[in-house]
């Protein structure tokens, strides 16, 4: 509050045929703050993110990254901007090496064509920035010992952390994790938690979907909650805990 929001959403809705997935949704995302967004299955919180990221567009409403609108971007573009995200469905090439699997988030980013590093003196420097964004990426998840192997050797905690890397070797101003503790045990929810509060700490701002209640309540400053399409609670996470409305919709139906 006080300073302009990094990202806006104003008064989006998304509806597929005759199923409204979101409606009037609002809420915005203060720079350097871990912002939530929860609600029971079917809340509209992955559509929330696709339209953000611009993987479909709204029916209504606009969202602005830093005062301009970009809804009408690829998601391209709206990753270029410095919209890094992570998918609630594991996006991890198994065939390809660790290394290969983040390189291909900074290779989209600094939008490099291969073939030029093969060119003397052409590209060498993006080349070099493509491999030092991946082997940052790799080190702040602590995969970077593991770069050479498969991903399908990896477990499905590490996979997770995988995701998370690609999307951060995007170098993204704003980073959002869609259920990024789905699948994982308790300790490495915890050591997640740890990861999330330390990317923070180094400067990102970071948007999180999950279901995982102890998660979002420990890290995040605000959170968002959503209930079949609308959102009925903004809040500090102990505002959002003693909310009638947030009992009853979300605490008490799972
Ligand atoms: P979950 O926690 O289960 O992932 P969610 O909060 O992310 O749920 P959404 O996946 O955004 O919720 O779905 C919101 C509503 O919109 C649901 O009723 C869903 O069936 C509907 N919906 C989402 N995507 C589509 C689509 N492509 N076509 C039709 N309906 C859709």
Known sequence: TGAAPLLDVRDVARRYGGVTAIANVNMTVQAGEITGVIGPNGAGKTTLFNVISGFTPP???????KGKPIVRLSTHRIARLGIGRTFQNLRVFPNMTVFDNVSVGALGHIGFPAWRALVP??????AQAIIRKTWEALDTVGLADRAGELAANLSYGRRRYLEI?????TAPELLILDEPAAGLNDSETAELAGLIRSLNAGGATILLVEHDMALVMGVCRRVVVLAAGRKI???SPAEVQEDATVRQAYLGAS
């Open 59 to 65: 029916s209504e409403g606009q969202v602005f990254w």
């Open 121 to 126: 003196g052409v590209g060498q420097s993006r």
């Open 165 to 169: 890397a690609r999307a951060l070797a």
């Open 233 to 235: 609670a903004d809040g």
